[in-house]
């Protein structure tokens, strides 16, 4: 048996990469170390507990597998691990510049006696014996974040001191909610363990707050539109049929296609997306106009199996032209849009199956006669005498095209972050905390490419100088590069040849330690550790990514399509025509990745290809109805209702300054799909007056039953949720007067006059 597996990685809903920058792009939105940082803030009480509250915060987190990494400003002596401890030499930039020789090792003896005096005597003697020159801090500062916050009591603060800052990079991606939302709880708890006492208050932003954020968000707007559609819903059904059983039957199609289109999802793509489902399951809802139509036709002349046979033809050429709009989403070759399009397919197939043959068996033989309505009928002979002049549809039609070429503002939305975007408040906490913290520009990365990872790590000493040169500029506040954390082996080897021998480094420090209150042998591990860094193997990226920093260092040195990337992360850019212009130097072996040009030149290209496959489904949608209908007048009066409704949308939307997203493309095609309905039954009504009677009262139903769900997801505060509703709205009530208008035949306005 196969379980469905429900996935919540937005990235299934991101266009697929097409260029080496694209797939890049994806890669650090969602796994790149910009996504996996948490900025945290601590406030509420006086200074001196703020520190010791990051001090503890700090130290629980640093057991946690869920974490990376915690800074705060403390040196962080556990990150060198036994491991690496030998290797510290050949770390360290301390050896490039000077020798361990008799005066070095005077200076730094002398000044352990003076640390030694100090308040850093209790964490510094565990470590003199081993370690006298201090590498491990050398290492520890050097691999401190580019640009530190303002310190107080060891720890980093605001400039105001109010605030103690932390900065927390997480195991998971920054687009897991799941994963981001465990570590945020897991912080929550920790700052209530050892802020029990205190009236400090802890803040978290950053990328994964944002994405648990919008997801819970999402979920609580999806069960309250749910409970209040599914209470409309019911309460529509049983004024429009006032029979409880009706009801109850009216649900079977539904929940038919639902478990089918799960089933479809289990088979084709062994999981789904948790977007797919909510978004699926909207859509679907289509299918409840299926057994609507069914309810609203049945009389008491024809039994529910023969008033089925006779609505299947129209009813089966619209579920067939919507699932071939819905194609279009299965060809886009994005993996949250092809399960949509598998399980809205299934889904209203076994929903219209399931009408025809199995709903038809479980209504009474006493129906509910909408024809004997006497405000249905009443309703009727209005709508039927309206003037249905043919100019109406050119006219409405130009002014529509006129409205979306003049219409102000930009046409697409090309901003990924606008079609999920968090509320204005958290993103200027996050603004201040990222300035306060120095944490990565979000949109600036250099890219290094090399055969091999000591290539990329060779190419990134030689740009350390060129960015060292463009901060001291100020184009930039800071920089991080993978060479930082692992030097190339060429580096590695010149420090390992700089280390002296046993005997002459022994004789060095008995000459510094002359005058010096140190017991002899005091320095024994010292001279066994240097020994050994002379005989150690290089360090390669395997064997530094197998450690503690392991996952530090794979943040910025990656294996890409058979070659290794190393990515630099970029503090406070100020200037970015400097950077344009340092990496367009011949000299300079990197280049650039603006993350906001590379994301619109991403949707802009993939939106290309859906509106291409769109075009071809909108062919194929018009050769079946063609099929279906056969005379060239039927045709045009169940398509042109649909072409104009959707022309009246765009323009709608250009003139409420919207500018269209993948989504309103989604709901284009959902509110094509309605109309055609709406027009296939006004078309094909009878010249039987009652008959037309009942057609009127189904799609009425229809129609409030869809505006009402679709109401509701407009007035989400979700994007993506908005842009779907207010698309729909506007096309369920234009295509509900238009295929009125449009598509009946004009042989019955004398009829029914």
């Known amino acids: 048996m196969t379980a469905l597996k429900v996935s919540t990685d937005l990235r299934s809903f991101m266009p697929p990469a097409r260029t080496p920058e694209q797939r890049l792009l994806l890669d650090e939105i969602g796994e790149g170390p910009g996504s996996r940082l948490l900025l945290l803030a601590i406030d509420g009480d006086e200074a001196d507990t703020l520190a010791e509250l990051s001090k503890q915060l700090a130290a629980r987190v640093r057991e946690d597998r869920r974490f990376v990494r915690v800074l705060n400003g403390e040196n962080d002596m556990a990150a060198l691990a ?33 640390d030694l005096g100090s308040p850093a005597a209790a964490w510094l003697k565990p470590l003199l014996g081993r370690d006298p020159t201090l590498q491990m801090l050398a290492l520890a500062e050097a691999w401190a974040p580019p640009n530190e916050p303002e310190r107080y009591a060891e720890v980093w603060f605001s400039r105001d001191t109010s605030k103690a800052l932390l900065l927390v990079e997480t195991v998971a991606g920054g687009f897991d909610p799941a994963a981001q939302g465990e570590a945020l709880q897991a912080l929550d708890t920790y700052f209530h363990d050892v802020a029990k006492d205190t009236k400090a208050q802890l803040t978290v932003s950053g990328p994964g707050a944002f994405t648990v954020r919008i997801n819970a968000t999402t979920s609580a707007e999806a069960n309250r539109i749910g409970l209040v559609d599914s209470i409309g819903f019911v309460t529509l059904l049983l004024i429009a049929y006032r029979r409880f059983g009706t009801v109850l039957a009216g649900a079977l199609p539904l929940l038919s296609g639902g478990l089918a289109g799960m089933a479809a999802l289990a088979v084709v793509f062994g999981g789904a997306h948790g977007i797919t489902l909510a978004f699926g399951f909207t859509l679907i809802g289509v299918a409840q106009d299926y057994p609507i139509h069914l309810f609203s036709h049945l009389s008491r002349q024809r039994t529910p199996v023969e008033v089925a046979r006779l609505l299947w033809p129209t009813l089966a050429t619209g579920v067939a032209s919507t699932c071939i709009a819905y194609l279009a989403f299965f060809a886009s070759g994005v993996d949250g849009l092809e399960q949509l399009a598998v399980f809205t397919i299934v889904g209203l197939a076994t929903a219209a199956l399931t009408t025809r043959f199995g709903l038809v068996h479980l209504l009474g033989a006493e129906p509910h006669d909408a024809a004997d309505s006497a405000w249905i009928a009443a309703l009727w002979r209005r709508l039927a005498a309206l003037p249905r002049p043919r100019w109406l549809a050119p006219l409405l039609s130009a002014a529509a095209l ?352």
């Not at 690496?84 to 730094?108: N, W």
């Not at 530094?544 to 794979?554: E, N, T, W």
Request: proline share 6%.
């Open 402 to 753: 006129a409205a979306i070429v003049f219409a102000p503002g930009a046409f697409w939305e090309n901003n990924l972050a606008a079609l999920t975007p968090a509320p204005p408040d958290l993103v200027a906490r996050d603004t201040a905390l990222r300035q306060e913290l120095g944490a990565p520009d979000v949109r600036h990365l250099l890219v290094i490419e090399g055969a091999d990872a000591d290539a990329v790590l060779a190419a990134s000493e030689k740009l350390d100088p060129l960015l060292a040169k463009l901060q001291a500029d100020g184009a930039i506040a800071g920089y991080e590069l993978p060479s930082r954390y692992l030097p190339s082996a060429a580096t590695q080897r010149a420090r390992q040849q700089k280390l002296p021998t046993a005997d002459t480094l022994a004789a060095a420090l008995s000459a510094a330690q002359q005058g010096l209150p140190f017991k002899p042998g005091a320095f024994a591990d010292f001279l066994t550790d240097v020994e050994a860094a002379r005989q150690l193997p290089l360090l390669d990226a395997a064997t530094f990514g197998a450690g503690p920093l392991g996952l530090r260092l794979k943040a910025q040195l990656q294996p890409r399509d058979g070659h290794w990337i190393g990515l630099v992360s970029l503090v406070g850019v100020s200037d970015p025509a400097a950077l344009v212009a340092l990496a367009a130097r011949p000299d300079v072996p990197a280049h650039l990745l603006d993350l906001k040009h590379a994301s619109e030149s991403l949707v802009a290209a993939y939106r290309t290809r859906v509106l291409y496959s769109l075009a071809a489904a909108a062919l194929l949608l018009a050769a079946v109805v063609s099929f279906a209908l056969r005379r060239r007048s039927r045709v045009l009066r169940v398509l042109l209702p649909m072409a104009v409704t959707t022309l009246l949308i765009l323009a709608a939307l250009r003139l409420g300054g919207v500018s269209l997203s993948l989504f309103h493309l989604i709901a284009l095609v959902l509110a094509a799909g309605l109309g055609l309905d709406y027009a296939l039954f006004f078309e094909h009504v009878e010249d039987d007056e009652h008959e037309q009677r009942r057609t009127l009262h189904a799609i009425l139903v229809c129609s409030a039953s869809t505006f009402l769900v679709f109401l509701l997801l407009a007035l989400s505060s979700l994007p993506v949720l908005r842009a779907i509703g207010v698309t729909v709205s506007l096309g369920v009530a234009f295509n509900f007067v238009l295929a009125l208008l449009l598509a009946r035949p004009r042989r019955e306005i004398s009829h029914a006059g």
């Open 82 to 114: 036994q491991d690496l401890l030998p290797y510290r030499y050949l770390l360290a930039p301390t050896l490039d510049s000077q020798a361990l020789d008799t005066g070095y090792l005077r200076d730094e003896l002398q000044q352990r006696m003076q």
